[in-house]
């Protein structure tokens, strides 16, 4: 993986702990989030989001952290778009979309050039990262919109209303987070809130029924 300039420390470091705990889960078949029913629903509020083309090209999106690439290629499909999908491991392995184009990329989003994307989708990516990185990694995916564009993230919601930090034992983070937050980090980004969905993970946990928020924000001007 190429080195993340300007980072703040440990980055690195923590980076290299997401893709070995993912690399973990991956190859013991753990990704439970794959196909699951839940990542259908934020595919198509996705859809439901998505800014319409302004030319006559495909529109162009980035799947950021998309684990083995079924959304990626889904959401190439659905919206006969050009999806990149991006991720620290190249775990993908969904089947070519019968319309649309699909294609993957292995690196860290932070280091990820581009500009002018219709749609940027991060689903299930934002709620491992270090809370310091969380102002930087809203940045970059505003950054990579065109006025117009469209970013979609999709957080582990806080059932109780606070942030919470839920570390597992091999050091990756889980962050329950709350909408008042993940709106606040893509608002002082420059985004426009939009949309929002709760989808219910049908999953208890320490008392608590736990659900995913999905929140949708416009890039405007320009
Ligand atoms: C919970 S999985 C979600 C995968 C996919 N979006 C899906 O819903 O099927 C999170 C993914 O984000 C990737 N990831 C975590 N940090 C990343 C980073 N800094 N840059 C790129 N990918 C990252 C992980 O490797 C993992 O595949």
Same mark, same amino acid.
């Given at each position: 993986?190429?080195? *993340?300039?300007?980072?703040?420390?440990?980055?690195?470091?923590?980076?290299?702990?997401?893709?070995?705990? /993912?690399?973990?889960?991956?190859?013991?078949?753990?990704?439970?989030?794959?196909?699951?029913?839940?990542?259908?629903?934020?595919?198509?509020? =996705?859809?439901?989001?998505?800014?319409?083309?302004?030319?006559?090209?495909?529109?162009?999106?980035?799947?950021?952290?998309?684990?083995?690439?079924?959304? @990626?290629?889904? #959401?190439?499909?659905?919206?006969?778009?050009?999806?990149?999908?991006?991720?620290?491991?190249?775990?993908?392995?969904?089947?070519?979309?019968?319309?649309?184009?699909?294609? /993957?990329?292995?690196?860290? /989003?932070?280091?990820?050039?581009?500009?002018?994307?219709?749609?940027?989708?991060?689903?299930?990516?934002?709620?491992?990262?270090?809370?310091?990185?969380?102002?930087?990694?809203?940045?970059?995916?505003?950054?990579?919109?065109?006025?117009?564009?469209?970013?979609?993230? @999709?957080?582990? #919601?806080?059932?109780?209303?606070?942030?919470?930090? #839920? %570390?597992?034992?091999?050091?990756?983070?889980?962050?329950?987070?709350?909408?008042?937050? =993940?709106?606040?980090?893509? *608002?002082?980004?420059?985004?426009? %809130?939009?949309?929002?969905?709760?989808?219910?993970?049908?999953?208890?946990?320490?008392?608590?029924?736990?659900?995913?928020?999905?929140?949708?924000?416009?890039?405007?001007?320009?």
């Amino acid at each position: 993986m190429p080195p *993340t300039t300007d980072a703040p420390a440990g980055y690195a470091a923590y980076r290299q702990t997401v893709a070995d705990s /993912f690399g973990h889960w991956y190859s013991r078949g753990r990704d439970s989030w794959t196909g699951a029913d839940t990542n259908d629903q934020v595919t198509r509020f =996705v859809c439901a989001q998505a800014p319409a083309a302004t030319g006559p090209g495909r529109r162009r999106i980035l799947d950021v952290g998309c684990g083995r690439g079924h959304q @990626s290629t889904e #959401l190439a499909e659905r919206l006969d778009a050009d999806s990149t999908g991006l991720d620290l491991l190249a775990v993908w392995d969904a089947p070519p979309p019968a319309r649309g184009r699909a294609r /993957f990329r292995q690196g860290d /989003f932070l280091d990820f050039a581009g500009t002018g994307l219709d749609l940027v989708v991060d689903n299930g990516c934002l709620h491992h990262q270090r809370r310091t990185d969380w102002p930087a990694w809203a940045a970059h995916g505003a950054h990579l919109l065109r006025p117009g564009g469209v970013l979609v993230v @999709s957080v582990f #919601l806080s059932p109780h209303g606070e942030i919470s930090k #839920l %570390p597992l034992d091999d050091g990756r983070l889980n962050w329950w987070l709350t909408e008042r937050a =993940v709106t606040g980090l893509y *608002t002082d980004a420059g985004l426009t %809130p939009g949309d929002r969905l709760v989808i219910d993970r049908n999953f208890q946990y320490q008392g608590h029924w736990l659900a995913y928020l999905v929140l949708s924000f416009r890039k405007t001007g320009g």
